[in-house]
């Protein structure tokens, strides 16, 4: 038996929000294109993340391949982490303004779930080579002590 003989009845909206939207908003063009740049912002600085990404994983194999200890590489590797950490922070909250202020039905642009997906694999690897660094710096510190 059927708890609902005529269908599915349609709950009406509520009309209000624990988060209110300002009615001033931008007229719907403008709001798309303002949109469609912070988006290309954000798949810019996810980019350079990426690549920032590549060069940190450079240093550590550089960091393999030395069997003495280097400052100057110590100093570049704290340098880029750094900058990745500073990147990869800024690019987070980029890409959460972006979906916080996109349709009100509470759907998130496919370009912006692909970014955050993209972001957190680069950061997977990031925190990965930050751990790697830390292996590889060790073994090296107690090998120069040893000899």
Do not use: W
Not at 40 to 58: C, G, H, K
């Amino acid at each position: 038996m059927c708890s609902a003989p005529y269908g599915r009845k349609k709950r009406p909206r509520s009309a209000g929000s624990i988060f209110p939207i300002s009615k001033g908003a931008p007229a719907e063009p403008e709001r798309r294109e303002s949109t469609e740049a912070a988006v290309d912002d954000s798949r810019m600085t996810v980019q350079e993340f990426n690549t920032l990404v590549a060069l940190y994983r450079e240093q550590v194999i550089s960091v393999g391949e030395i069997s003495v200890d280097c400052p100057s590489l110590r100093a570049q590797m704290h340098q880029t982490r750094s900058k990745g950490c500073s990147m990869a922070r800024a690019a987070h909250q980029d890409l959460a303004i972006i979906s916080g202020s996109g349709p009100e039905d509470g759907e998130i642009h496919p370009e912006i779930c692909r970014l955050f997906i993209q972001l957190q694999c680069c950061l997977e690897m990031f925190i990965t080579e930050m751990l790697k660094s830390m292996c590889l710096l060790g073994v090296l510190q107690l090998h120069r002590k040893s000899t």
